[in-house]
């Protein structure tokens, strides 16, 4: 599994001194190299992400992406974030969902929801809960080192979505849900889940312990880290993967998820379908626990240009930005993303206003505004696509 991987990495991570800076022509070599399908060794993505504290070689990684187009180029795929519940049995420091006061949504309010999405032409859909104990029960004995659910309440949901997208067509489910164990993915798999996506938070084990509280599911890391594996084990062909940008150094970050990626598809034949990009937001960004790591927009610019590179999969912007950040990164750098347009980040919002607490603040967007701005750039924006729509976003490599 790759949490027993992962403490021998991040000690090589550390143990790279700031004296072995690649120059330019060095990190031209490995970008070729990493974009003409060949695998970068360890040491050389450490040594290339490193070498990016230069700014001579940060500009050569983002006019390389400039310059090398990614498969759907002219595409965007839109993904809006369907939530069930936000009541919440860990406490992450980070999240409004942890001060409590959550809801559920009733199956039939959550069948209306379906609907005026579908109205809205989507076909492909994020689902997203909370770890609700209710949806996801503990199997008695519970353990945290060893997490086994009871998924009957949260896989209906799933049930609900597939059974309207069949009847209007087809179309494909992620979920953004807590980690379960093989057996529940399997249940999922059933009820119609096509993409386990699970943001990782922070690979730094002391940061993570100092962010998620130990006494909650959460508060094990190598079962969210190992979660990937449990999936696709059960037979789940895509998986989305990513760091929440501002809560450790984001190179250490990324050197760690591009060994992941490469990790799983070693294992499994492919690596992770969707590369989030996702950077803190909210009143947190000030905490004292992470505020030397925020990641100002030139930064996140340089990580959004590199994922481009780096990863096979296909990149995801996020609606945490503004609509002008994200249209700026799709001209600069080109499409064949993921983009989310419209969102509540609550459960409701879309057939009737939210009543209950976001999880994090969005730039709100006007989708009709908002598509046609990206079309009059030259996009094609899907609502209407599928697992093999994400296929074919998929870069091909070696
Ligand atoms: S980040 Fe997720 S697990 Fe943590 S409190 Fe928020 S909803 Fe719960």
Redesign the pocket.
Known sequence: MFSQQLPRILEEIESHGEAQLLSPPGIEELLHKATEGEDLSRKEIILLVHSLSRPENAEIVKATARDCPRPGDRQILLLPPLYFS?I?????A?????LGG?TRLSLSGFQREVEALLSMGYRSIELV???DPELYAHSEPFELADQRFRLDGAARYFEILKNALVSNGGGMITSNI?PVDTDSFKKLHTAGLDCYLV?L?TFDPAQYRRL?SVS???GNQAYRLDSFERARDAGIEHVAGGFLKGLAPWHQEEVVLYLFDRYLKQRFGRGFSIIGTPRVKGRFVRSGAIRQHTMGDEEYELNIALDRLLFDGIPWLQTRESFEMNRHLINTFGGGVILTLTSSTAPGGYAVPVEASA?FPVFKQDLKDTSRALESDGFEVRFDWNASDLEACHRTSG
């Open positions: 936000s919440c049995e860990n406490t992450c980070y999240c409004d969902f942890s959550g809960s909370s770890q807590p943001w938070e998620h909650g599911p959460k999880q």
